[in-house]
């Protein structure tokens, strides 16, 4: 049965250069003596490091706890012994430090114990928490935790279960030779996503240049006896974008900013399926991952590496030619340039592209827009790149979000056709940042403002107190002088006093309220003026009473309690 | 010559006609003049502009009783973007009320602090916790770096600290033109 | 420091603009051997002329003088300027277009890429209207030998009723303004050839056959050729069936004149022209049809370069409103195609 395919628009063609890699099976890299595991290596939050220098680690112990709803643990990938928790350089290209668990290894390798569950008949919610747990997150490149993903659409269904194994990006062969060499593990991830999605069909997508592949895993879902469907899609970059797959197998167009399971799709890589089918079947949390060395180096090919290895000792097993510049995590369209050679292996790192100018040469001179529309016509998402590329030249923000900059994908293919050779791409990256930047500080500005304004509100607020705390004393001396009863001066204290009665009512109660709040709130207090006492008391209790009327701000009195519920969302990371 | 006559006449009036009728329906309902340059103004609360607050600047600078050069926290980008919005020219930052500093964030020596309160009571969006005789503490995210916790502090506990980058907040930086490198 | 894509494919704008040139030589080649090789020397003179001015005003903006002009641009623009002008104007008048090309339309406005207007164009333009008498000497088929042409050229005296016929366009207008003609007593003057001017109609075919190589080296897209030629076609049947006896036929309308060279080489030019697909149709559409007014009813015989400055005007506009959908975008696309 051949299944009606869909295309998407645009997209290139570059030269693939897979083959090199792909003639060797995938082999075990050696364990380093030093592995360097960062704390952040999901979307999301940071996990939260659980161990302490000096400590002794097993292989696949969790080293650090999921730090929030988006973010998945991470494990010590071997055995050894801690001897640090400080921040060091990460594959990211700012070549900024980052947070990280340095290991020393013991050479032993020895597995701490595995922990099981069953999926099957264990309730879902423990389940995604044991996917986290173990730390399981996208292997495509996005590196988005698996077990937010992990749950069905609307009605508790999902139609369409994807996985992503067309891998349309050049050099890397990492889940083609996974798919030749491993496709029952991925079959069995593949059956437990289907089970936690409750997803009707399971389309596996394979780029049609990867025969080999494509026939393992239908071998290999055809012995587990299983529903599911591989399917060979055409040979065009990015059809790899989880999107861009989608749309190819399904024909659903996922709009940005939207979840695909909105529109009953659910995309995971192949990788991702066989760490899932390894945390769930085996026990195993994900400590190593098949990386793809290529580009400038003798033997290009495929290796099962620990997390936390560095890069440059990876390179070496495949005989780098001297002349390496630097090296690439990811593929020549959208990898990432290393900001040194020895950064670590980490759950994003599909390939490991040594470049040398040859191969990578250096950007051509920029030349001007020729409005040539070549970009347009390449970009899978149907953007005018080089609209894009004027209104971020002119740093005209405002008009590049208009025309759906964040949209892009960056995923290189209008640089790539550009006869001008502009880096378009780094303009949308540059214009990106910059908007986020943008944000950030309004949203800190926003804050600070409301913040002075309710501080001044308060201060206000205090002076009318204090005032109105003189005036019910001064009242309760004249109510005293009253009692005593002495007849020569009743006009002389009733005067003041009928002036304003309700006033001092008022300001009495208040002053009782205060006092009584005072006393609920425990307090370091010792030795301190009453008035400064009361000061901090009344801090505490105004800026809870105000936090408590943000909440429901439709039944809030106060001006700014109505300010602070519209609080600015949290920029993005 | 008549006819003439009459049908520019005639188009004045219906031009006159479409741009009156325009200028009610297309009004343009905009925030008080304060409030925008207040959205402008980058919230700092530091004083140095010589008004207490962001807000009271705004609106001298709206009665026209301030210039438009005096938030240093703001910068250059900020007057550059009051100018625009008032119509009027750009100038030079005025050095009298300060300079432009990278943003920093307040941090006290808990070890030293003596729990005065002092600071707290200086900080404009009370960005600093602790009670009394106890140890202070800054609210990283919430300060804005106004400084003018540091000098009422008897013991000199505070310092500036400048925020560093991180892989959070590290930008993407402006591609080179390298047009000109090749000639 | 480069970022990826880390690679890209082997083009540049000298590769496109090489493209284009090569694309226009089967209409040089048949224009120089029906009416004479004087085109040829005109077109040195303006290649010249026009490098010439590139690079300098290249140096007077400080830019790079060498990849700049290696680009081809200059030389594109040259080309199309001598096309569209009589092939035996004199050598000073295509000095003046290509000056007028390269420094006011081109350099002036920022350079490549800039130039809101089209560059050959506005020379066309302002030629036309500064010496109206020159710019309308067009040569009959083979009536005129090398030396004369190059006399000619070179400034030599101009006996212009002796040496030059009118076109098929001017004589059109001029018979069927006089009142007594009719469409198929004009066509039947020495001007006219099998399908428009005679001789001119070969041209034509060969610029068919550039456009064609560039459609299929995907320099150029459908759009713009296809909605000229549609529109100019469709509307010129409309009133020929009406009034056969005062419009001429489509097949006249497309083979005469500056039609195929439009079609595929002045209404395609990126730089001024629309980018969106919808955009595009709008503008070769609009094109054709201020084209075929001003053939039809306007002061001058022929109207592709006002219509191509006027909805060069528009550009902005139709960019803006035609801007297409993007992914997930679609009004179809949620369903999916399920
Ligand atoms: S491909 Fe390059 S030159 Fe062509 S329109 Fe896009 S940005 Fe401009
Ligand atoms: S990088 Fe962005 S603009 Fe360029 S082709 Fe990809 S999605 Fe389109
Ligand atoms: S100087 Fe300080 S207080 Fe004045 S406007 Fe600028 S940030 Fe606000
Ligand atoms: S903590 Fe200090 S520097 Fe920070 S906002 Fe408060 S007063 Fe200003
Ligand atoms: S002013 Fe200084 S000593 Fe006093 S509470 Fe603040 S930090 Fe501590």
Sequence with gaps: MLRELFRFHGGVKPATNKSASTTSP???????????????????????ALVEPGQRVLKGERIGAAGGRLSAAIHAPTSGVVRAVEPALVPHA??????????????????????????????????????????VVGLGGAVFPTHQKMRPGSGGKTRTLVLNGAECEPFITCDDMLMRERADGIVSGAAILRHMLQAEEVLIGIEDNKPEAIAAMRQAVAAAGEHMEVVAVPTRYPAGGAKQLIRVLTGIEVPHGERSTDYGVQCFNVGTA??????????????????????????????????????????????????????????????????????????????????????????????PCIRCTECAKACPVELQPFELYWFSRSKNFGKAQEYHLFDCIECGCCAYVCPSHIPLVDYYRFSKGEIWAREREKAA???????????????????????AKLAAKAAETRAKLAEAGTAEAPAAAEAPAAEDPKK?????????????????????????????????????TRRKALEAAAVPASTAPAPQAADAADLPDEPRP | MITAILVMAGIAIVLGLTLGYAAIRFKVEGDPLVEKIDAILPQTQCGQCGFPGCKPYAEAIANGEADINQCPPGGEEGVRKLADLLGREFKPLSEEHGVEKPKSVAVIDEQVCIGCTLCIQACPVDAIVGAAKQMHTVVEPLCTGCELCVAPCPVDCIAMVPLAETVHTWKWKY????????? | MIHSPYVRKAVSVQRTMGLVLLALIPGIVAHALLIGPGVLVNLAISTITAVGAEALMLHLRKRPVAIAVGDLSA????????????????????????????????????????????????????????????????????????????????????????????????????????????VDAVLQGSAFGALGGRGWEWISVGYVAGGLFLLAKRIITWHMPLAFIGVLAGISTLFWLLDPGRFASPLFHLASGGAMLAAFFIVTDPVSGATTPRGKLLFAGGIALIAWLIRNFGAYPEGIAFGVLLMNMCVPLLDMKTQPPVFGHHKDAKGGGK
Excluded at chain 1, 445 to 467: G, L, M, S, T, V
Excluded at chain 3, 143 to 170: H, P, V
Aim: hydrophobic share 45%; net charge negative; glycine share 6%.
């Design chain 2, 175 to 183: 591609p080179v033109v390298e047009m000109r490198r090749v000639a």
């Design chain 3, 75 to 182: 030389v594109v623009t040259a080309w199309l300027v001598t096309l569209c002008f009589p092939p035996i104007v004199p050598w000073w008048l295509t000095v003046c277009g290509a000056l007028v090309a390269i420094v006011a339309v081109k350099h002036l406005y920022g350079g490549l890429g800039q130039n809101p207007f089209n560059p050959a164009m506005i020379a066309y333009c302002s030629m036309i209207v500064a010496f109206p008498a020159l710019m309308s000497q067009w040569p009959p088929a083979g009536q005129l030998s090398f030396d004369t042409q190059l006399a000619l050229i070179l400034g030599g005296a101009r006996d212009i009723d002796g040496i030059t016929g009118a076109t098929a366009l001017d004589a059109l207008r001029t018979g069927l303004r006089s009142g007594t003609q009719t």
């Design chain 1, 274 to 367: 066989y760490s899932v089918h390894e945390a769930l079947e085996l026990g195993r949390p994900l400590v190593s991952r098949i990386v793809t060395v290529a580009g400038n180096v003798e033997r290009p090919g495929n290796y099962e590496v620990l997390i936390g290895t560095p890069m440059d000792e990876l390179v070496r097993l495949c005989g780098p030619r001297a002349d390496t510049r630097f090296l690439v995590m990811g593929g020549p369209m959208m990898g990432v340039r290393m900001p040194a050679f020895d950064v670590p292996v980490v759950k994003a790192t599909n390939c490991v592209l040594a470049a040398d100018d040859k191969l990578f040469p250096p950007a051509p001179p920029e030349q």
């Design chain 1, 26 to 48: 995938i082999a075990k890299a050696p364990i380093p003596a030093r592995l360097v595991v960062p704390l952040h290596q999901s979307l999301g939050s940071p996990a939260i």
């Design chain 1, 94 to 135: 700012s070549g900024l430090r980052e947070p990280a668990v340095i290991i020393e290894s013991d050479g032993e390798d020895r597995w701490a114990e595995p922990e099981h569950i069953n999926y099957r008949i264990t309730p879902p919610d423990e389940v995604r928490d044991f996917v986290r747990d173990a730390g």
């Design chain 1, 504 to 540: 001092a009512l008022i300001a009495a109660a208040l002053a009782r309220a205060k006092a009584q709040k005072a006393e609920i709130q425990p307090q370091n207090t010792d030795n301190l003026s009453p008035q400064t006492q009361a000061e901090i008391a009344d801090i505490e």
């Design chain 1, 445 to 467: 500005a926003d804050q600070a403002r409301e913040r002075f304004e309710f501080r001044n509100f308060r201060q206000e607020r205090e002076k009318a107190e204090k005032a």
